[in-house]
């Protein structure tokens, strides 16, 4: 086990996260805008892109880190499922019956990715998968790949382990065991599938934007058991394209799909970039 992955399983995850949280949504004025030139700086952020490319303007770390786009900045490919996020692919590809691949050696069930649900896991038994992963450069909004009517969402509790490549080759079950959000969604075209919001270390937070709370923020507070909102009454529908939630600091978002629903984008591979808004797949043809 590398060093990097071994100390993971020693730190203080959850304390470190709760303080990265707290200070990513102080105000100190130029001291924000020292740490927000720092970051731009270090990871080649491109505030070109940003609908306000100004970074003295942001109040918070939190403000510029949830930055929206400018309007066309990501043009919406046509093609019955887009690519949600700016990333990099992590893996994707077919559900062996209810395992997921993670990285060589590593697989995870589907059942313990949602949390338990095996009646909402066995929707996706030999379906397909998309795990995708979002560097601290790039755009933190997630969107639809496809219409979707809202049905039901779970906070998951768990660890907080980094989702960077080198920790989903060295932690087992690494996208099933950390905190997470499984958002569950219904489409007369596609039938049923999921988005989870998969949090990490020093993510200090993620948000829907259905949810009915301050900044519609689901976490914190981390509760030590799973919480869950049904949305039968409330006919919550999201077009392809729409924001649908947004991470306060990096992760990941894992997709299942139900059997033959899609072909996958036949130039994706892992480990390549990602950018909102480009194909992700199709419908398989019927014959």
Not at 45 to 72: C, H, Q, W
Not at 163 to 169: H, M
Request: with cysteine; glycine share 8%; aromatic share 10%.
């Amino acid at each position: 086990m590398k060093l990097a992955v071994l100390l993971q399983y020693l730190m203080p995850k959850q304390a470190i996260t709760a303080l990265a949280g707290k200070l990513a949504h102080l105000q100190c004025g130029n001291t924000t805008t020292s740490v927000i030139g720092w970051f731009v700086k270090r990871y080649n952020v491109n505030m070109a892109e940003a609908a306000n490319p100004d970074i003295a303007s942001y109040k918070s770390f939190n403000e510029f880190f949830t930055r929206p786009l400018k309007v066309g900045a990501r043009p919406i490919a046509q093609a019955d499922f887009i690519c949600p996020v700016d990333g990099a692919i992590s893996q994707f590809g077919n559900i062996e019956k209810d395992q997921i691949f993670q990285a060589k050696g590593h697989a995870y069930s589907t059942t313990a990715l949602v949390g338990g649900d095996k009646s909402l896991a066995a929707k996706f038994e030999n379906g397909h998968f998309a795990c995708l992963y979002l560097s601290p450069k790039d755009y933190h909004r997630i969107h639809m790949p496809c219409d979707g009517t809202l049905v039901s969402m779970t906070y998951v509790p768990g660890a907080l382990f980094s989702v960077n490549p080198t920790t989903a080759q060295g932690v087992p079950g690494l996208f099933a065991r950390n905190e997470r959000v499984v958002c569950e969604f219904t489409s007369a075209t596609h039938g049923s599938f999921v988005m989870v919001l998969v949090g990490a270390t020093i993510v200090g937070s993620m948000a829907t934007v259905w949810h009915d709370a301050e900044n519609k923020i689901i976490n914190p507070p981390r509760t030590a058991k799973p919480r869950l909102w049904t949305y039968a009454d409330k006919k919550i529908t999201l077009k392809q394209g729409d924001e649908m939630g947004r991470f306060l600091l990096g992760s990941t978002v894992v997709m299942l799909f139900e059997k033959d629903a899609l072909n996958f984008n036949a130039d994706w591979q892992p480990a390549r970039e990602i950018r909102l808004g480009e194909v992700m797949g199709n419908k398989l043809a019927t014959k």
